[in-house]
């Protein structure tokens, strides 16, 4: 269902997939405090439904008061303390007691036509703009460190073994490190938030051209016909966020 409030409108949808038992993605999305986030269980985590789970509650139950810089402080502050939280093993079932939980986030937070992105893993932001596709957020993940630190190509970097593990997630390690970008939106811009089991089958150029629909709603129900039709086989979700 897509929700308004007076600059934003926003729909959003997750999907076990083709393969997949469980979902282990999480949403939010409340245009009228002016917060969405996707959240995706880390893989072979059996508890990374509940690690998600967890966040999308936490950021959901955020007081929306305050400034800009407040409600960002907040944000990121819910971020370390449910890290402290999972990292420390504090959140685990009866059938699992030894499991660790963790997930990525992508948090996108706006005030007017303040935004902020904040996001840990390799769930992604994307920025349409004037019919340009932009990525956001830079995945936290080892083949993206090979491509930075080792000059590599996508593709080669592709091929390396445990090419898609996470360096960074909510739950991984005891200290979390958060990337934050902030900008300015201007009309017409529309927003995606989404895991890596949308985006993975999807090139730059499709994303793009299912996020040009006259709203959130066609745009989100275009992405997940182009991920479906492929062999999605992993858990997907997203947010498209518009103004």
Same mark, same amino acid.
């Given at each position: 269902?897509?929700?308004?409030?007076?600059? &934003?409108?926003?729909?959003?949808?997750?999907?076990?997939?083709?393969?997949?038992?469980?979902?282990?993605?999480?949403?939010?999305?409340? *245009?009228?405090?002016?917060?969405?986030?996707?959240?995706?269980?880390?893989?072979?985590?059996?508890?990374?439904?509940?690690?998600?789970?967890?966040?999308?509650?936490?950021?959901?139950? %955020? +007081?929306?008061?305050?400034?800009?810089?407040?409600? %960002?402080?907040? %944000?990121?502050?819910?971020?370390?303390?449910?890290?402290?939280?999972?990292?420390?093993?504090?959140?685990?079932?009866?059938?699992?007691? +030894?499991?660790?939980?963790?997930?990525?986030?992508?948090?996108?937070?706006?005030?007017?036509?303040?935004?902020?992105?904040? &996001?840990?893993?390799?769930?992604?932001?994307?920025?349409?703009?004037?019919?340009?596709?932009?990525?956001?957020?830079?995945?936290?993940?080892?083949?993206?460190?090979?491509?930075?630190?080792?000059?590599?190509?996508?593709?080669?970097?592709?091929?390396? *073994?445990?090419?898609?593990?996470?360096?960074?997630?909510?739950?991984?390690?005891?200290? %979390?490190?958060? +990337?934050?970008?902030?900008?300015?939106?201007? *009309?017409?811009?529309?927003?995606?938030?989404?895991?890596?089991?949308?985006?993975?089958?999807?090139?730059?150029?499709?994303?793009?051209?299912?996020?040009?629909?006259?709203?959130?709603?066609?745009?989100?129900?275009?992405?997940?016909?182009?991920?479906?039709?492929? *062999?999605?086989?992993?858990?997907?979700?997203?947010?498209?966020?518009?103004?």
């Amino acid at each position: 269902m897509e929700v308004a409030n007076l600059l &934003w409108h926003s729909a959003a949808r997750t999907d076990t997939g083709k393969v997949r038992a469980r979902n282990e993605d999480a949403f939010l999305d409340q *245009p009228q405090r002016g917060l969405w986030v996707v959240a995706d269980g880390m893989g072979g985590h059996q508890n990374g439904d509940l690690a998600s789970r967890l966040i999308v509650e936490s950021l959901g139950e %955020l +007081d929306a008061g305050g400034s800009f810089e407040q409600r %960002l402080e907040q %944000l990121r502050q819910c971020l370390h303390r449910l890290n402290r939280h999972l990292s420390l093993g504090l959140t685990v079932t009866s059938e699992n007691p +030894d499991m660790l939980v963790g997930s990525t986030v992508v948090a996108l937070l706006a005030a007017g036509s303040r935004m902020a992105c904040v &996001w840990a893993g390799d769930s992604r932001c994307y920025l349409l703009r004037g019919r340009q596709l932009y990525q956001l957020s830079r995945d936290h993940s080892l083949l993206q460190q090979l491509v930075d630190e080792h000059g590599m190509s996508v593709d080669e970097a592709a091929r390396q *073994p445990a090419a898609h593990a996470l360096t960074r997630a909510i739950g991984a390690a005891e200290e %979390l490190q958060l +990337d934050i970008l902030e900008l300015e939106s201007l *009309p017409g811009d529309v927003f995606l938030l989404c895991s890596d089991g949308l985006y993975q089958d999807l090139d730059h150029d499709q994303l793009g051209a299912a996020l040009i629909r006259p709203s959130a709603s066609l745009a989100l129900q275009r992405l997940f016909e182009l991920a479906l039709d492929g *062999p999605a086989r992993d858990n997907l979700s997203a947010v498209v966020i518009n103004r």
